[in-house]
């Protein structure tokens, strides 16, 4: 039973992540670096207060490990987390103007290819090897972009360039495990709004003053940012991060959905078939973890009827 409850954590936190747009598409009137600015100022300082009130011994723990550790070691960790800082916040700015100024459709389809371009780059940068099914899923995945791409550039242009930003941050934090990793996330947050604050003043627009603006903006923070954050920290204490790397596909899943049936959203017969190889190629591309689980759960199941 307990771990069904890390199933559930890792369930929940893509199954939240799924309805992102319904906080974030009533801001479109708002520039995409706007939006950017304040959430990025929020999250941080909602998790400053978290970890100040909460978190102070695991700060004193990891405050005392890096101290302890060697300056080349000490030198990587601080080069993994400001780095990837930069690529988490380069991808909330691109995902935030694709959902706004492009389509949701264009916003979903990142996040299904985003775990296969993922594995890629880990291949060439960390040389992580990959079986022959999960190259024959890559190949599915690109030539289903290849025919989304046709009289529909715009939207896999976008959608490869928000993918790639996410995993490019996924892969330079995969050697970044030394520190707890909501303290990882907190001090990227802070080197990007560092960042972000010399340009606030020259390219930010006027102050918002409608209480909308305000009211997404608290509900993008708490909802679709900081708890799901927690949720997916929660669930990787009890489940390994292959079996929480399927359920991202929840995510623009939902998302999609939504582009058609709530945003009607035009779909044509062709991005269908194009987003149903995608499906397919997320399939064969776990089909090792997918059925070797089904073969591990018929021996529980038949002792379980004994």
């Not at 941080?44 to 723990?61: G, P, Q």
Request: net charge positive; proline share 3%; with cysteine.
């Amino acid at each position: 039973m307990r771990l069904n409850k890390y199933y559930l954590a890792a369930f929940s936190a893509f199954f939240v992540w799924g309805f992102f747009s319904l906080a974030l598409k009533p801001l479109h009137d708002y520039p995409s670096l706007d939006i950017l600015f304040y959430r990025v100022f929020f999250s941080v300082v909602t998790m400053l207060l978290i970890n100040l009130s909460f978190r102070k011994k695991v700060l004193k723990k990891d405050w005392n490990h890096f101290k302890s550790m060697a300056p080349k070691q000490r030198r990587s960790v601080v080069v993994l987390t400001l780095g990837g800082g930069v690529f988490l916040s380069s991808n909330w700015f691109v995902f935030i103007y694709v959902m706004n100024h492009i389509s949701v459709k264009a916003a979903s389809l990142a996040y299904l290819i985003c775990p296969i371009l993922t594995t890629i780059f880990a291949f060439f940068i960390l040389k992580e090897k990959l079986s022959k099914w999960q190259w024959f899923a890559v190949m599915i995945s690109a030539f289903s972009c290849v025919l989304l791409s046709i009289n529909h550039f715009e939207d896999i242009f976008y959608s490869l360039i928000t993918a790639a930003t996410y995993a490019m941050y996924l892969v330079s934090q995969r050697k970044n495990s030394e520190l707890d990793k909501f303290l990882v996330l907190t001090i990227q947050l802070v080197f990007t709004a560092l960042i972000l604050l010399p340009f606030y003043p020259n390219y930010s627009g006027t102050l918002p003053t409608e209480s909308l603006f305000y009211s997404c903006l608290l509900v993008i923070v708490v909802c679709f940012t900081i708890i799901p954050l927690f949720l997916n920290l929660y669930a990787l204490k009890g489940i390994n991060s292959s079996a929480v790397g399927i359920m991202i596909y929840i995510n623009p899943i939902i998302g999609f959905l939504l582009a058609i049936f709530y945003y009607h959203e035009q779909v044509t017969t062709l991005q269908l078939f194009s987003y149903f190889l995608i499906l397919v190629s997320i399939v064969v591309f776990n089909e090792k973890l997918i059925f070797s689980r089904k073969l591990k759960g018929a021996p529980s199941e038949l002792e379980a009827s004994k």
